[in-house]
Each structure stands twice: as structure tokens, then as C-alpha cells.
């Protein structure tokens, strides 16, 4: 014989912010979509993170995106992943364009439940 509980299952998601502009910057960065293929992240394993969203300015080669892990008093827990936000020749990602990437992440062994 078994007991159980009836129990609803409310799965929990990461919730993301807005960064901050990059140092000596005044720009915004725009707020972007993030979705995570394991949600909650698994420190020691790779995740993958689907970011879209519109931007704010033409992307150019310099453009970049970076994922980083952040405790809640702004100090990043593990290396910084940072790809370029164009792939191939050229970039033609326009203002105001759908942009949508994909990026592979090792998170963190010393990443924490909250």
C-alpha cells in the first residue's frame, strides 16, 4: 500500500532582466527574450539559450551577445560565454529586425539553487 498526496506541480522558470549598458556606455541594451533548454540550468552540464527579440541599433561585426551567470549582488558566478551576434559573411541584422540566436553554455559548478 502506497500513501500519496494529491499535489499540483508548479514548475518554476528562470526569470531574466535587463543588463546594464556596458561600462563607459550610456546606451540601453534592449530587452530580450531568453529561453533555456534545461529550465532550471544544471551547474556542471551545457544549456542551450534561445535570445530574440528586436534591437535597438543595426548590428554590426563588433555586435555580441554574452550570457553570464549573476548572483543577486551582481557578481558573475563562472566564465563569461560571449559569440558574435552575426554569423557568416557580413551581418544583416537591421533595427527593428526579428533576431533570433542560439547559444551553447557550460554553467557553472559552483551555480547555486536559490
Given at each position: 500500500?502506497?500513501?500519496?498526496?494529491?499535489?499540483?506541480?508548479?514548475?518554476?522558470?528562470?526569470?531574466?532582466?535587463?543588463?546594464?549598458?556596458?561600462?563607459?556606455?550610456?546606451?540601453?541594451?534592449?530587452?530580450?527574450?531568453?529561453?533555456?533548454?534545461?529550465?532550471?540550468?544544471?551547474?556542471?552540464?551545457?544549456?542551450?539559450?534561445?535570445?530574440?527579440?528586436?534591437?535597438?541599433?543595426?548590428?554590426?561585426?563588433?555586435?555580441?551577445?554574452?550570457?553570464?551567470?549573476?548572483?543577486?549582488?551582481?557578481?558573475?558566478?563562472g566564465d563569461l560565454t560571449v559569440v558574435s551576434a552575426c554569423s557568416g559573411s557580413g551581418c544583416k541584422i537591421k533595427a527593428g529586425d526579428q533576431y533570433t540566436q542560439t547559444v551553447d553554455v557550460q554553467?557553472?559548478?559552483?551555480?547555486?539553487?536559490?
Open positions: 500500500m502506497v500513501n500519496a498526496i494529491p499535489h499540483k506541480l508548479i514548475k518554476r522558470t528562470t526569470d531574466f532582466i535587463q543588463c546594464p549598458p556596458p561600462e563607459g556606455s550610456t546606451t540601453k541594451v534592449p530587452l530580450l527574450k531568453v529561453s533555456l533548454s534545461a529550465d532550471p540550468p544544471v551547474a556542471g552540464q551545457k544549456d542551450t539559450f534561445t535570445v530574440s527579440g528586436k534591437l535597438l541599433k543595426d548590428a554590426t561585426e563588433q555586435t555580441k551577445l554574452g550570457v553570464a551567470f549573476v548572483d543577486l549582488n551582481g557578481n558573475t558566478i554553467v557553472p559548478n559552483n551555480l547555486t539553487k536559490l
